[in-house]
């Protein structure tokens, strides 16, 4: 079993940074594709970004891209979402997952953690 616990959101003006945390535990990540995702009140959840578990490909939500970043630290079991210029729209709950299958369902979630941008 893996547990995921994501840390670091809060409520920033528009044009600020957050750096989201997602530590795990029960098992190592580095094997594990990551992701991030979101989910605003009334709206679907959507996938903001990803990386695989070599660290060699990333994917990023035409929304996000060139603001945020995903890396990961596999010594410390963690990984992170660099967000900068913050934007009212970036409102919601933010969630990792991991999936051992890169082509598959993400098998672990995180309980999320409340980005709020205030206009």
């Known amino acids: 079993q893996v547990q995921l616990v994501e840390s670091g959101g809060g409520l920033v003006q528009a044009g600020g940074s957050l750096r989201l945390s997602c530590a795990g535990s029960?098992?190592?990540?580095?094997?594990?594709?990551m992701g991030w995702f979101r989910q605003a009140p009334g709206m679907e959840r959507e996938t903001v970004a990803r990386?695989?578990?070599?660290?060699?490909?990333?994917y990023y939500a035409d929304s996000v891209k060139g603001r945020f970043t995903i890396s990961r630290d596999n010594a410390k079991n963690t990984v992170y979402l660099q967000m900068n210029s913050l934007k009212p729209e970036d409102t919601a709950v933010y969630y990792c997952?991991?999936?051992?299958?890169?082509?598959?369902?993400?098998?672990?979630w995180g309980q999320g953690t409340q980005v709020t941008v205030s206009s």
């Open positions: 997952a991991a999936k051992l299958l890169p082509g598959g369902l993400y098998e672990y």
């Open positions: 029960g098992r190592t990540l580095s094997t594990y594709t």
């Open positions: 990386i695989n578990w070599s660290d060699t490909g990333t």
